[in-house]
């Protein structure tokens, strides 16, 4: 078994990535080794430097920033299993990408706000669920409205989405949402017998971008002056795991991004975070 082939091995066993990614990671992989006629531990930093050059302009920015999280994460696997002795990636630059970023709530808005007095009725353990869902799982709010109770698996705690594309992904649910959403299910199945729909509206019908919209904003007015908008919850999951320590990969997968470069816009988030954590230095 080659270098690539053991690293392949890493990402399908023991990191568990999807297919998907993984095939991305060796597209990327290959493409540096046909280019350069060389094997991985031939591999020089000029050789890569060489294959971003040859790939700029045939193929986009966030492509060739995910070849090179690809081509490091590689390296970084061998140089730690004492594969090889260097890592030629170690200090090569990712390009450089002209993207805004991302608005979210901060995790004492968060906190706030699953502290707000919901009533214990259908509606109002409705609201509070789906906000829950949409913090905990990161999910697209379109995603939300399309859900239906045959897409949850509460016994295995999982949740099958329908995502962009018409494409699949399961993604797990913690034992708390678990039991939150088999107590909401019940107040549902009272109020609506015949309600397929995870989040009915008022009158039973299936939910709707402004009526998710509308709650997100009567609750989040009550704990932030920020403008609500539907994707910050999106956000907010992405930032919040990915400064908990979650890695970039499994946030991606989670989003349903098909490409982790879409997912490094939060990796910004968490730089800023890190710099303003700067200021509680005593020497600073």
């Given at each position: 078994m080659d270098l690539q082939e053991k690293f392949i091995e890493y990402l399908r066993y023991e990191k568990k990535y999807?297919?998907?990614?993984?095939r991305a990671y060796e597209s990327d992989i290959d493409s540096l080794l046909e280019h350069s006629t060389l094997e991985v531990q031939q591999i020089t930093p000029s050789d890569i430097r060489d294959w971003q050059i040859n790939e700029s302009g045939k193929v986009s920015d966030n492509s060739r920033k995910r070849g090179i999280y690809a081509i490091r994460s590689m390296y970084k696997f061998l140089v730690t299993n004492e594969l090889l002795e260097r890592n030629p990636a170690e200090y090569i630059e990712a390009p450089k990408t002209d993207s805004r970023n991302p608005e979210f709530f901060s995790e004492a808005e968060m906190k706030k706000l699953f502290e707000l007095p919901f009533s214990d009725d259908f509606r109002g353990t409705r609201d509070k669920t789906m906000l829950e869902l949409l913090y905990f799982t990161g999910i697209r709010v379109s995603e939300l409205i399309d859900l239906k109770l045959s897409d949850l698996d509460l016994a295995s705690g999982e949740i099958q989405i329908m995502g962009k594309g018409s494409k699949e992904r399961l993604i797990p649910i913690s034992d708390a949402l678990q039991d939150k959403l088999a107590r909401y299910i019940s107040l549902l199945q009272d109020e609506f017998k015949r309600c397929q729909?995870?989040?009915p509206t008022n009158k039973g019908k299936k939910g709707y971008q402004l009526f998710v919209q509308r709650i997100m904003q009567k609750y989040l007015s009550q704990v932030t002056?920020?403008?609500?908008?539907?994707h910050m919850m999106r956000h907010t999951f992405a930032s919040h795991m990915l400064n908990g320590g979650a890695e970039l990969i499994a946030i991606s997968e989670f989003l349903g991004h098909e490409s982790v470069s879409t997912t490094q816009i939060y990796?910004?988030?968490d730089m800023r975070t890190k710099k303003a954590a700067l200021k509680h230095h005593p020497l600073d």
């Open positions: 999807s297919e998907h990614t993984i729909c995870l989040f002056t920020k403008n609500v908008y539907p990796s910004h988030l």
